[in-house]
């Protein structure tokens, strides 16, 4: 026997998925969390049951992108398999009109009327009996967050009986009461518009009888503004809404960077002796010479790099990011940008991936989902492989930055030229003015749980990614350094000066790139650059080709064309740059 | 197109409609996915939804309907016609 989660967007059936499995799952505040359909185990009683969690779905009849599969899985399902429908019990109306629907099926079916705990607390009351018997399938109270009904729902799976829906008077029930509601279930009367077709037909009846539905089984509500929903009121609805929210990104922007430029400080300072002692252990070992230098340097580089460059930025984005995810902001900003999101022709729903991009691109491309079209996610995949610095991107650069004395103010506006100029000009080859339509859930207060849950998930990658690869990366940059053969490289200096201004070790770190983007720094770090040469190669490296795992991760998703295309353009990009900031960029001390 | 309406209501676009007023959704536009989505989340003719906040320059709608927010789109809001009472 199979089990699906099926339900709205953001009624949480990924939080009821890792509550009933175990399995972590990203659970977030906004629709469109979960793109795909992730599987795990579930015991009940000692039996096994296989448990899908699957992308938010409006309506069978209505099923796009992430929904369709959802629906396919759905459609999929045999006579002895069992949906758990997860129904937010703050936002009946909606909820309600799907299950109606998923009844029609007549598959087994079983309702999670989850987050009973928020409704509790703003006082709402919900009569799960008397829903039950109007659906004609068990309605179970449930909280994913504090594990109310895991036992209801245990005890119901093993029973195992009149799961069945078919045989309930629900249809008759919900029929006779509705003499009140203003539109009969099949909506003769309705004043239909005169465009609505026959497919929107049912759902309008859904919806009628959802209302209904929900009228008679909420008991009590209340629905004074309180607390968060006095905050959700003030951003969502007036301007000074808009302006607190465009106050609080920059802020948070800000908060970012002076706290990555201040840790690195303290936390180089914590590694010297560690380093000292790698240093000690390792002239002991090896006799001085070659791979001595190779070895105390490329070592004791490759583990206070990745610690005090990459990591403060890893963390304190993961931390950000999670904690606006979580009260339910990046909506918000998608609403507030989808007018700049106009001028590179995609929704303002890009907001989302581009912000994650900040994190770490490889989830951020996966996240493109969200949007409307393939042409929209070609350009905000290839805008987030080119011009937005992941964390790790962040840290790197702003420790070279301070190194070389580089200029912030070019490098900055570089990069948002870039930016503009990139999205317009993609915009003109794929954009396309799609219809944009931003659900706003409601605010949540932050689980500190939830938010380390996502740091440690988001943060995983330092140690099996970052680490092991700066530390081999850091030994093989310094044995090239070590034998000379950037030496050999004179030669070329007359070509690489010409373009860039640079010498050719660094146009080698700048090719870097390909292998991981922060890893270019290492090789920069060791050279003698003045400011205005360490400005043209960190802005070359900023704004280049994506990464390997973001290369892989698009091209599962979008095919190989794609990539080699947004690699071919992250070159065009990256050497153009350089050329143009060593035409432009006034010569040193002059 | 001239239509007859009661002497009440008033068909115009989404976006003339001033904040807090409550509307009659009477026409959606044909064809495309957003058709859909907005029946998904209930938004089909006959059904009543208020209007909250314009925003400035050519920003979306935000409308509310069943304790739901919903920002539309400016250039969606636009081909949405509905029935001022
Ligand atoms: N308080 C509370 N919050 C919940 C509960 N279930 C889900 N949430 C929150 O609702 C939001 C959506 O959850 P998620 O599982 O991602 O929803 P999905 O889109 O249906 O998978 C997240 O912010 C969750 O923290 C619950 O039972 N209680
Ligand atoms: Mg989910």
């Known amino acids: ?590 | 197109m001239q239509e007859k309406l009661t002497t009440a209501e008033k068909r115009v676009p989404l976006t003339r409609v001033p904040a807090g007023k409550k509307v009659k959704v009477t026409e959606l536009p044909m064809g495309g996915g957003s058709r859909g989505r907005l029946a998904g989340m209930g938004i089909v003719p006959g059904v009543e939804i208020k209007l909250i906040l314009a925003h400035p320059l050519k920003g979306p709608i935000v409308v509310e309907l069943d304790g739901n927010t919903v920002a539309i789109g400016h250039n969606l809001a636009r081909r949405i016609m509905v029935d001022e009472q």
């Open chain 1, 1 to 590: 026997m199979k089990i699906v989660l099926v339900g709205q967007h953001n009624s949480g059936k990924s939080m009821v998925f890792s509550r009933l499995t175990g399995i972590d799952t990203i659970v977030s505040n906004y629709s469109g969390t979960s793109v795909e359909i992730t599987q795990g185990m579930m015991k009940v009683n000692g039996l096994s049951f296989e448990l899908l969690d699957t992308p938010g779905i409006y309506s069978l009849a209505w099923a796009d992108g992430p929904s369709d599969l959802t629906r396919r899985a759905i459609m999929d399902l045999r006579d002895d398999d069992l949906i758990i429908n997860v129904v937010d019990a703050g936002n009946l109306v909606r909820n309600l009109a799907l299950t109606l629907e998923l009844l029609e099926l007549n598959l087994p079916m079983i309702v999670l009327l989850n987050q009973v705990d928020v409704a509790q607390s703003h006082h709402l009351v919900i009569d799960h009996q008397k829903l039950s018997e109007y659906l004609g399938v068990p309605v179970i109270p449930f909280s994913a967050q504090t594990g109310e009904g895991v036992a209801d729902l245990h005890a119901v799976i093993s029973k195992g009986s009149r799961l069945q829906p078919g045989s309930s008077p629900r249809r008759f029930l919900i029929t006779s009461d509705m003499a009140a509601c203003p539109c009969s279930p099949n909506c003769s009367g309705c004043p239909m518009g005169e465009t609505a077709s026959c497919s929107e037909q049912p759902v309008l009846d859904y919806y009628q009888q959802a209302r209904c539905l929900a009228k008679q089984v909420i008991l009590r509500s209340d629905n004074r503004p309180r607390g968060l929903q006095v905050l959700q009121d003030f951003l969502d609805k007036t301007r000074m809404g808009s302006l607190a929210l465009l106050l609080l990104g920059l802020l948070g922007f800000y908060l970012l960077l002076s706290f990555i430029g201040w840790s690195e400080e303290v936390i180089v300072s914590l590694f010297a002796p560690i380093q000292d002692l790698i240093a000690r252990i390792i002239s002991t070992i090896v006799p001085s010479g070659f791979w001595h230098t190779v070895l105390s340097k490329g070592i004791s580089e490759g583990i206070v790099v990745p610690f005090s460059l990459v990591m403060p930025a890893m963390l304190m984005v993961s931390f950000l990011i999670s904690i606006i995810e979580d009260i339910g902001l990046l909506p918000r900003y998608a609403v507030l940008l989808d007018r700049v999101g106009n001028l590179f022709g995609v929704s303002g729903q890009a907001v989302i991936p581009l912000s994650l991009g900040f994190g770490c691109r490889t989830p951020a491309v996966v996240a493109t989902r969200i949007l409307g079209s393939e042409g929209q996610r070609f350009i905000v995949i290839a805008l987030l492989s080119i011009v937005i610095p992941c964390a790790g991107t962040i840290g790197m650069l702003s420790s070279t930055i301070v190194a070389f004395d580089a200029y912030v103010p070019v490098i900055i506006l570089s990069m948002l030229a870039v930016f503009l100029l990139l999205g317009w000009v993609l915009k003109k080859l794929y954009g396309e003015n799609e219809d944009r339509i931003y659900e706003l859930p409601p605010l949540r207060m932050p689980q500190a749980a939830n938010v380390a849950k996502k740091i440690r998930l988001r943060f995983q990658g330092f140690f099996t990614e970052v680490l092991p690869l700066l530390l081999v990366l850091s030994v093989a940059v310094r044995i090239i350094i070590e034998s000379g053969v950037l030496n050999r490289l004179h030669n070329l200096g007359s070509l690489t000066y010409t373009l860039f201004g640079l010498p050719p070790e660094a146009v080698i770190g700048v090719l870097l790139t390909i292998i991981q983007r922060y890893l270019a720094p290492l090789v920069i770090l060791n050279l003698s650059l003045d400011p205005r040469q360490a400005t043209i190669a960190i802005t070359m490296i900023a704004l280049s080709v994506p990464c390997l795992p973001v290369v892989v991760m698009t091209i599962r998703e979008m095919g190989v064309k794609a990539v080699v295309k947004i690699v071919g353009v992250g070159f065009a990009v990256s050497l153009s740059i350089g050329f143009i900031l060593n035409l432009v960029l006034p010569a040193i001390g002059g």
